[in-house]
């Protein structure tokens, strides 16, 4: 992989010790190494809890699943977490990008470098959820609750945010949504369909696949 990122630099940037972001001309990497330094409580707080990027704001149910996750007694022991296939990952992700000089990650909606976060805490949360009878209508609000801020976002916006906007919902999104100013950036556009419509048809296929799945899915979880 390091051998892979050398050349991704070589070919961008003309050397493979420069990275891309580099070159970015608002935002140039030039603090640290690699724009690498230390993490910095204001980039963990943005890209946590901030209405900026926060992962537990444009993804709520991440949060219940971190609650699902470490209330489990046996986790807190030393010996556990500390060899837990999913906790080191995530902890190591979050603190490298928090110590970036453009944790933000330029435009964009919500923490798009903590995709991957977002995929361990699901991994480690959603299989316990089941399990936990005061968590499942929580679960079920909070899922509704990231369905309708990432679908907005997608309606109007078309996840494309600047960088300056700090409350995008807010100022940007559910403006776009009571204004019924849909996006044109779909591919449905360039079938000739209007955005309402795109929208329309990606919600009827994301339902029609949540529904299959809920049909064709185990009715037992394991434990």
Same mark, same amino acid.
């Given at each position: 992989?390091?051998?892979?990122?050398?050349?991704?630099?070589?070919?961008?940037?003309?050397?493979?010790?420069?990275?891309?972001?580099?070159?970015?001309?608002?935002?140039?990497?030039?603090?640290?190494?690699?724009?690498?330094?230390?993490?910095?409580?204001?980039?963990?707080?943005?890209?946590?809890?901030?209405?900026?990027?926060?992962?537990?704001?444009?993804?709520?149910?991440?949060?219940?699943?971190?609650?699902?996750?470490?209330?489990?007694?046996?986790?807190?022991? *030393? +010996?556990?977490? &500390? !060899?837990?296939?999913?906790? %080191?990952? $995530?902890?190591? /992700?979050? #603190?490298?990008?928090? @110590?970036?000089?453009?944790?933000?990650?330029?435009?964009?909606?919500? *923490? +798009?470098?903590? &995709? !991957?976060?977002?995929?361990? %805490?699901? $991994?480690?949360? /959603?299989? #316990?959820?089941?399990? @936990?009878?005061?968590?499942?209508?929580?679960?079920?609000?909070?899922?509704?609750?990231?369905?309708?801020?990432?679908?907005?976002?997608?309606?109007?916006?078309?996840?494309? #945010?600047?960088?300056?906007?700090?409350?995008?919902?807010?100022?940007?999104?559910?403006?776009?949504?009571?204004?019924?100013?849909?996006?044109?950036?779909?591919?449905?556009?360039?079938?000739?369909?209007?955005?309402?419509?795109?929208?329309?048809?990606?919600?009827?296929?994301?339902?029609?696949?949540?529904?299959?799945?809920?049909?064709?899915?185990?009715?037992?979880?394991?434990?």
């Amino acid at each position: 992989m390091i051998l892979l990122l050398m050349a991704m630099n070589a070919a961008v940037s003309g050397s493979p010790f420069t990275l891309p972001y580099s070159h970015v001309a608002s935002h140039v990497d030039t603090s640290g190494v690699f724009g690498m330094s230390i993490p910095a409580f204001d980039a963990l707080w943005g890209l946590l809890f901030s209405f900026y990027r926060g992962l537990f704001t444009h993804a709520p149910v991440a949060l219940l699943c971190m609650a699902v996750f470490f209330m489990r007694p046996e986790i807190l022991r *030393p +010996r556990t977490w &500390s !060899t837990h296939p999913l906790i %080191i990952p $995530a902890i190591l /992700l979050i #603190l490298m990008m928090s @110590a970036h000089s453009m944790w933000w990650g330029g435009w964009a909606f919500g *923490p +798009r470098h903590l &995709s !991957t976060l977002a995929v361990l %805490i699901l $991994a480690g949360g /959603l299989p #316990l959820v089941p399990h @936990a009878a005061w968590a499942r209508w929580t679960f079920a609000a909070l899922c509704a609750l990231g369905l309708l801020i990432n679908l907005a976002a997608k309606g109007t916006t078309g996840y494309s #945010l600047p960088t300056q906007v700090m409350h995008p919902f807010t100022e940007m999104i559910w403006p776009g949504v009571v204004a019924k100013s849909f996006t044109d950036m779909q591919w449905t556009n360039a079938l000739g369909f209007s955005g309402v419509m795109g929208m329309a048809m990606f919600l009827l296929g994301l339902f029609a696949s949540l529904r299959f799945m809920a049909a064709t899915s185990p009715t037992e979880t394991p434990r």
